[in-house]
Nanobody, 121 residues
Framework: VQLQASGGGLVQAGGSLRLSCAASGRTFSNYAMAWFRQAPGKEREFVAAINWSGGSTLYADSVKGRFAISRDNAKKTVALQMNSLKSEDSAVYYC???????????????WGKGTLVTVSS
């Protein structure tokens, strides 16, 4: 599976941004999908995950209630809607695929290149 994230950019605190991850290659619907992020000088951390059907989602406590992950298996895409953005949300965001819905980096089978999100305060 090849993954390509897009949609990053500069946004003011309190604003919204929608990230998208497009997949190609093997059957997209076989995989759970996740978003991770990495801020400068910090370790990569889990943000959100969704199972193969979209019926189950997981969120980091720091984004719960503000971010929403969704997927469209027909279009082979997964999205991350980010609302009420804070300066601490600034990071490079990565999409990843795993066999089952997981929250750890080691469980991911495929990674896409990141997209940069900068939230100005």
């Amino acid at each position: 599976v090849q993954l390509q994230a897009s949609g990053g950019g500069l946004v003011q605190a309190g604003g919204s941004l929608r990230l998208s991850c497009a997949a190609s290659g093997r059957t997209f619907s076989n995989y759970a999908m996740a978003w991770f992020r990495q801020a400068p000088g910090k370790e990569r951390e889990f943000v959100a995950a969704i199972n193969w059907s979209g019926g189950s989602t997981l969120y980091a406590d720091s984004v719960k209630g503000r971010f929403a992950i969704s997927r469209d298996n027909a279009k082979k895409t997964v999205a991350l809607q980010m609302n009420s953005l804070k300066s601490e949300d600034s990071a490079v965001y990565y999409c990843a695929a795993s066999g089952n819905i997981r929250t750890t980096m080691g469980a991911m089978n495929y990674w896409g290149k990141g997209t940069l999100v900068t939230v100005s305060s």
